[in-house]
């Protein structure tokens, strides 16, 4: 890896990416994401990430116990080291991990492109009007644990390389292949043309999960917990319900989507 | 009800119990607990908590919103009303939603109390060394949702009566009957003399949950992410493990508790 470089004044421009941290998490950063903590960061520079790292940005005492995965990284980014003081001071709020970096989002993939052509299996999540963070994260999660081949964003979901996002994904959100649908496309009309038998998840489906028949091909819809998936789409694609205790119909939406998942990976016999 | 009583100086006593409340989350409230929001406070006023409230403090503007929740009420709290800046003042941060109520804990139940007797059937989440309050709401809110008969916490584990902890739970931690292992019982002695059969989840549990046979009585023992379950524990309890993705075992403890107790709970027929 190039030799760190140590840099003690906020306003130096190389530190201008993570500068004024929270405000750009809500603008957003043209192009580019914030990724912190070892764990993220690791995945980032491990070549598992469907992205690269433009740079590091560390305390100086956290150098040595990244030092393998730097070395190790395909394209080795610039890092910069900087005490926890003068990193605090570029982003704007107090920095106790000590690990940060810049990741390059690239070119976003089409819909279409991520899903596997038919014949072939394809396990498909459709995140409809998510707006939680830590939600959106926990089902990158979840999508990564059982196998999905990929999560589609309609265009109401938050993003899934918002800071929080990619930390609460345990890092699946750098690794889980994503797209945005695009405005005007409709997920029963994209179900149609791939192939993939659209299932909307909520409480009022019809279908118990565990009747479900083995499905070659799903795209597994989930909507927001209050308002749920609109009654258009509901009305359209096969409901599909977990069943409750009498009287509780209340899950998280990223929990009702592990308990899904977990079904239809396990149906497919893709886990191990 | 009684009539509402306004007080907007925040050193009144009768506002005592909500003062300087993010401290007092650490050290704890002597018998009381806070709930806050209008979904947790109906909860709370409903008669279907296990507890009930000592005291209810509104912004004036909530009050007719409430005021059916507040008559129906078995035993009716004083209401006082305050303006969001007299709460925020007497909480010491900003309240936005202007709900707040004091609970009274009452007696704890022993662990033995809250276990039906065999041969009835029973099932009961153990949580190990659980401290992170977001998990431990979540996995009261996926314990009601399938139906558990009660939740055990070791000492370990932070109390679900913790305000994040019960808002996380979408308010279970107030109906799911819970209690306290005692200092010097062990899991499994406790399983034992309850005539439960001790389940550990865990990455490297030798059972694949599909093939558990239909428990009639479980105790489902779940332990922190990272360390997991100790492996004195492991070794002993039957070990139970969710398959995933090949490369993948990381769940959140509490979606990993919720695809379990689905399963469990769907074994015993008991959801609708």
Request: glycine share 10%; aromatic share 4%.
């Amino acid at each position: 890896m190039p030799p760190p470089v140590t840099i003690e004044d906020p306003a130096d421009p190389r530190l201008a990416p993570y500068a004024r941290m929270r405000e750009r998490d809500l603008v957003g950063r043209e192009g580019r994401f914030v990724v912190e903590g070892e764990v993220t960061l690791r995945l980032l520079l491990s070549g598992r990430a469907r992205f690269r790292a433009e740079s590091v940005l560390l305390a100086p005492e956290r150098l040595d116990g990244l030092a393998g995965a730097l070395e190790a990284c395909p394209e080795p980014p610039p890092v910069y080291l900087a005490g926890k003081a003068a990193m605090s001071a570029v982003t704007g709020f107090p920095i106790h991990r000590g690990v940060l970096a810049i990741g390059i989002r690239g070119e976003d993939p089409t819909p279409a492109a991520l899903v596997p052509d038919a014949p072939a299996p394809a396990l498909v999540v459709g995140l409809a009007g998510l707006t939680n963070h830590d939600n959106v994260g926990a089902l990158f999660r979840n999508a990564a644990a059982f196998g999905a081949d990929a999560v589609l964003c309609d265009a109401a979901t938050c993003d899934p390389l918002y800071r929080k996002a990619i930390r609460v994904s345990a890092g699946a959100a750098l690794t889980v292949p994503f797209a945005r649908l695009p405005a005007g496309q409709d997920w029963l009309s994209f179900a149609g043309e791939r192939d993939l038998v659209p299932l909307a998840l909520s409480p009022a489906g019809a279908t118990d999960l565990a009747d479900l028949p083995a499905l070659p091909r799903a795209l597994l819809l989930l909507g927001t917990e209050g308002p749920g998936l609109p009654g258009s789409l509901l009305a359209r694609a096969r409901g599909l319900r977990i069943p409750m205790a009498p009287g509780f119909d209340s899950l998280n939406v990223a929990t009702a989507g592990a308990i899904a998942l977990h079904h239809l990976a396990r149906m497919r016999d893709r886990l191990s």
